[in-house]
């Protein structure tokens, strides 16, 4: 753990107000804020967020005596550059994009202006607090400048980024102008942890940066100028144990028998949710109207509790949207209640923890239908609650939480005709199905609650290979030396070795690059020293390497590990059936450029196709990159395919996996006290990244910033070096 961590929000952890001669605080409620108090015993920690309060009333607090959490350092903005900021940018911009509202986006300059200004005194007041040994941890869609803003000046500070929201696909970030959203990605990339709540948010991130920026995600890591990034999904929980052990409260026990009492004659459907047009409050009162309309049995044998939390009224989707929920309840209750019975129970007001406790533990239904959403925390709370695992949760599949609640009955909230349907399962549910279910969906929120989503993020954000720049280091001789010194000693060796680039030269044509006799040797010497397991690591395809060492008795890896023959006896090994249909048209795509790039040709592989363009004159290879990242994206609707950007060539191949992922699982079965691993480009920092241990030695070739432990300057010092550890004294030339 860090010396300190920096939390960084829009908003503090609790507010203060003046009650005549003192202050009150009023801390925030939330699973955030209580998985940073549990640190506290073990670390620091500074929170950093705007306040809600006059700066002179933060002075005279400071004089009064209060325990605080955490070191607090508020961020006081001007009234009119933070409604800008936060009702304009965050709010009618990213907010209704982020969720697929596009029509409700509003794009106006000084929303991003604000925007910038904003973020900027934030990164000050990091940069005036923050010592290199500290962790900053920024959260959310309010301050996504804030990392870029941090690595900027002589100071660069780093920090972790983690969005609550979704992260939409490319087709709604493009509608973003592109000033704007090339800054936000950029920064974000400047964080050396960009975490999202699921891993479809990941991969829409990832294709935004490919097809905006050119860039591409190996390996989960992006690699930026030497700055890497790690881009993952942190599902975002609860407090498992304070939502369960509070059924057993006695003031929710008493508020339970109250609610229980008052609808003990009918099926309650409870709802909850803050006002928001994303909640799809209409989708449910359409259903629930249909129900009453399909169902006549039903009718005064069921009631729903729509209880919606006030926020942001003062933007007028919010407002209009208050409206239409209440016109549309009173609608409904006028069309279908009775003078015994009312079928909406309409409230528009905060639940205290006892209230919502006693609404959980006592509805038969909860209903938890977004039209979109990051995670949606109420969907766990319901579940965590029931300790006695009774209810029915309906849940959209367009949550974050679906992928994990899968006890849940999950609905598209756009098909009212299917909600409408899981209503009526849900209330008819038998007692044994819903004990089934919601015992699964327990065992998932424990096993990964509030606690566990905070530790895996620090964990990855804390690492130090995610905190040092990546840099060049040439191999010096004594650094051959102790390479040399320590495979002498050793008992069990593997030396895996790329191909193009690393054993022979670049040809102009793939097919010319053969390797030659000395070459040959000098593998062939290599794998017969009992103790080596020697591996050539390629992205050639089998055959063509089978053929060209068929006279040696080594491992291959082909098609970026793809397939692999431990030794020349064995049978290929190739991964279980995954999806080529993208491969078609792929080929169809680059087909095109033949014409218009002459002496450029297209190589194709069983898991892969590639456009090499080593003999085209006055290529501008910068713009030919972004042009195919945004253009094969489109194609890429599954994340089916890798774009990789090689020496003059481009490849398509599957995503299925790498050569990290191929060692990773290789070397969780074979265990050997030297590893040597040595390549060129891309496609082998995913090996270098993998090999980091103190006995594992990694070398690119060439001058590039890399993973790797060391650099050399071409081929021939590779085999040169090779010779040096076969014990030969020849000069190995091609």
């Not at 869609?141 to 972790?160: A, F, N, W």
Request: glycine share 4%.
């Amino acid at each position: 753990m860090k010396k300190k961590i920096i939390i960084v929000s829009n908003r503090l952890p609790f507010s203060i107000r003046k009650q005549d001669d003192h202050f009150d605080v009023f801390p925030s409620s939330g699973g955030l804020v209580s998985a940073i108090q549990s640190l506290t015993a073990k670390t620091k920690i500074t929170w950093i967020g705007a306040a809600d309060f006059k700066s002179e009333d933060w002075e005279e607090f400071k004089k009064e005596e209060h325990e605080l959490d955490f070191d607090i350092v508020p961020v006081f903005l001007d009234k009119v550059v933070e409604d800008l900021y936060y009702t304009g940018f965050s709010n009618t911009l990213i907010w209704p994009l982020f969720h697929y509202f596009p029509s409700y986006a509003e794009y106006d300059e000084s929303f991003f202006k604000a925007y910038k200004t904003v973020n900027e005194l934030f990164a000050e007041d990091i940069r005036a607090v923050a010592k290199d040994e500290d962790l900053v941890w920024i959260h959310d869609y309010h301050l996504m400048l804030v990392p870029g803003l941090l690595m900027q000046g002589e100071k660069k500070i780093h920090s972790s980024f983690f969005l609550h929201i979704p992260f939409p696909s490319f087709e709604i970030v493009k509608l973003i102008p592109e000033e704007w959203r090339t800054e936000i990605l950029k920064s974000l990339l400047a964080a050396d942890v960009a975490g999202f709540q699921t891993l479809d948010y990941c991969n829409h991130f990832k294709s935004a940066l490919s097809y905006f920026l050119g860039v591409e995600c190996i390996n989960n890591c992006v690699n930026q100028d030497g700055h890497v990034t790690l881009v993952k999904d942190y599902p975002i929980s609860i407090d498992y144990q304070k939502f369960n052990s509070a059924y057993n409260n006695e003031d929710v026990i008493k508020e339970r028998t109250l609610v229980k009492k008052k609808y003990e004659n009918v099926k309650m459907i409870f709802s909850l949710d803050r006002l928001d047009y994303s909640k799809g409050v209409m989708n449910r009162l359409q259903a629930y109207e249909q129900l009453l309309e399909n169902q006549a049995e039903i009718k005064e044998k069921v009631v729903f509790v729509i209880n919606v939390i006030p926020s942001r009224e003062t933007i007028s989707q919010y407002a209009e949207r208050k409206k239409l929920i209440e016109e549309n309840v009173s609608r409904i209750n006028g069309l279908y209640s009775t003078l015994q019975w009312e079928p909406i129970i309409y409230r528009y007001q905060h639940l205290n923890f006892t209230q919502l406790m006693a609404y959980y533990t006592s509805c038969d239904v909860a209903l938890v239908t977004p039209l979109r959403d990051g995670m949606n925390l109420v969907a766990k709370e319901f579940a965590a609650s029931r300790k006695d695992l009774r209810g029915s949760l309906i849940l959209s599949e367009f949550a974050g939480a679906a992928s994990e609640l899968t006890g849940a009955l999950l609905v598209n909230p756009n098909d009212i005709h299917l909600m409408q349907e899981a209503m009526m399962q849900a209330v008819s549910l038998p007692e044994s199905e819903q004990q089934q279910r919601m015992k699964a969906m327990q065992e998932v929120i424990q096993k990964n609650d509030v606690n566990k989503w905070m530790g895996s993020f620090l964990e990855d954000a804390s690492a130090k290979t995610r905190q040092e720049e990546i840099t060049v280091n040439i191999m010096s001789y004594y650094d051959r030396q102790q390479i040399s010194n320590h495979y002498r000693k050793a008992a069990r060796r593997l030396i895996l070795l790329d191909y193009d680039g690393t054993l022979i030269p670049f040809y102009n044509k793939p097919e010319e690059a053969v390797p030659g006799e000395l070459v040959k040797e000098l593998i062939a010497k290599l794998s017969k020293d009992p103790k080596n397991s020697v591996m050539v690591i390629s992205g050639r395809d089998s055959k063509t390497l089978e053929n060209w060492f068929e006279n040696s008795n080594i491992g291959i890896v082909a098609e970026h590990g793809m397939m692999y023959r431990p030794s020349k006896e064995a049978e290929w090994t190739f991964p279980p059936d995954i999806n080529l249909s993208w491969k078609e048209g792929v080929r169809n795509y680059l087909t095109k450029y033949i014409d218009q790039y002459p002496g450029s040709f297209i190589e194709e592989k069983l898991y892969s196709v590639a456009w090499h363009y080593r003999t085209v004159e006055n290529i501008d290879e910068d713009l030919i990159r972004t042009v195919f990242s945004k253009e094969l994206i489109s194609l890429n609707i599954h994340n089916d395919f890798q774009i990789l950007h090689g020496n003059k060539v481009i490849e398509i191949k599957s995503a299925h996996t790498n050569k990290g992922q191929f060692l990773t699982h290789f070397l969780s079965k074979e265990k050997y006290d030297f590893v040597l691993g040595v390549g060129d480009d891309i496609t082998d920092e995913d090996m270098f990244s993998v090999l980091k241990g103190k006995n594992q030695y990694t070398i690119k070739v060439g001058p590039g910033k890399t993973e790797a432990r060391y650099n050399v300057v071409g081929v021939n010092n590779v085999l040169l070096f090779l010779e040096q550890l076969s014990g030969s004294s020849q000069l190995v030339k091609r």
